[in-house]
């Protein structure tokens, strides 16, 4: 459920202070990287972008405003806290990216926290909470309120981290109440008939869901902007080899905009991605995507043979559940 967590920990970037009249230091070096390059996102459109050098590393003076912001390396992300004035290094392995995080310099106790508080944050059962009824779901999420707060307290932080830091907290806990609602309503749409498309194939023509029927169809709503969506795709890969020539197609729908549409092209082209490849004929407002309540990508949609509805919220091919999923409906 990692998405989950990157969605909720991201909305701390709203919460910064007062920017001083100094500069803080960041350095890293990165094992195994994903790219030559990271970023560093934050609010009021905060973004830089720096550059590796072969050997992984880089440093550089960032000019900032208080506040949590997002390290970003074109594949994983990870949250930092940031106050012109630090003296911040960090080391990671890309391959093993949360687990190998570690802070060094001014600022390191703070951003160990929050390096340690992702893989804390992944220990907590989402599957279990969004699957239970409403009474229950709401005693579990005071329960870890209490204990993320009880948590955060006992870190012996500085202040103003320990401010943003709970205030974070209040919005985990808002946010994923509004994923609960969001995913009972999608529970709605089970055993329901699928909203259809008819959308441009990157082999050529148009596919429409009707040309599908008499088979499981696995849909991968996604973008080629959207980091999350591109980590999936190695395991879409490997997920369409096991069931090769099973009664199944998979089906990735674009939302790019129109003026990406090249770009899509050439990316499906490019990772030479299988199943079926289509580009949705209004991105956003596509009937398709407004009709399933898709709000964020990447999202999985699971269809019956006969076109209804399996799963609205489908598993992503990065969880093990959907290989026993397919396996079940497969026999």
């Keep these: 459920m990692k998405k989950i967590v990157v969605v909720l920990c991201a909305l701390a970037l709203s919460n910064v202070g007062f920017a001083q009249k100094k500069y803080a230091t960041f350095e890293a070096k990165i094992e195994n990287r994903n790219s030559d390059k990271i970023s560093i996102i934050g609010p009021k459109k905060y973004k830089k972008e720096i550059s590796l050098n072969k050997q ?32 911040l290094k960090m080391k990671l392995n890309a391959k093993e ?19 340690q508080n992702a893989l804390y ?29 009880e948590r955060l307290r006992k870190a012996d932080l500085e202040p103003a981290f320990v401010a943003l830091h709970q205030k ?34 990157h082999k050529g023509g148009k596919t429409k869901l009707e040309d ?10 996604w973008a080629t902007w959207c980091g999350p969506c591109r980590a999936e795709i190695p395991y879409l890969k490997q997920v369409e080899k096991n069931f090769h020539n099973k009664n199944i197609e998979f089906v990735s729908i ?26 949705a004929d209004n991105d956003w407002s596509s ?25 609205a919220n489908a598993d992503r091919p990065s969880s093990p559940k959907l290989v026993e999923v397919l396996e079940g409906l497969l026999k």
Excluded at 72 to 82: N, Q, V
Excluded at 102 to 114: D, H, P, Q, S, W
Excluded at 125 to 135: C, G, K, P, R
Excluded at 174 to 192: C, F, H, R, V
């Design 56 to 87: 992984g590393f880089f440093k550089d003076t960032l000019k900032v405003a208080d506040g949590m912001y997002q390290f970003y390396d074109g594949a994983e992300s990870t949250m930092l806290y940031l106050k012109n004035g630090f003296d």
């Design 97 to 115: 990216f949360d687990e190998t995080i570690v802070y060094e310099g001014k600022g390191a106790k703070e951003n160990n926290f929050l390096a």
């Design 121 to 149: 944050e992944e220990q907590f059962d989402f599957d279990s909470a969004l699957a239970s009824d409403e009474l229950t779901f709401e005693k579990l999420l005071v329960a870890k309120k209490k204990t993320d707060m």
């Design 168 to 201: 974070s907290i209040e919005q985990n806990a808002t946010g994923l109440q509004e994923y609960y609602k969001e995913n009972l309503a999608l529970k709605s749409l089970n055993d329901k008939p699928a909203p259809t498309f008819d959308y441009e194939n």
């Design 212 to 221: 599908l029927r008499g088979k499981f169809v696995y849909i991968d709503v």
């Design 254 to 279: 674009s939302i790019d905009t129109r003026k990406d549409y090249e770009k899509w092209k050439n990316f499906v082209s490019e990772k030479e991605l299988g199943g079926v490849q289509l580009f």
């Design 287 to 311: 009937s398709f995507v407004k009709d399933l309540g898709i709000t964020g990508i990447p999202r999985f949609i699971l269809i019956d043979p006969k076109g209804n509805i399996v799963n």
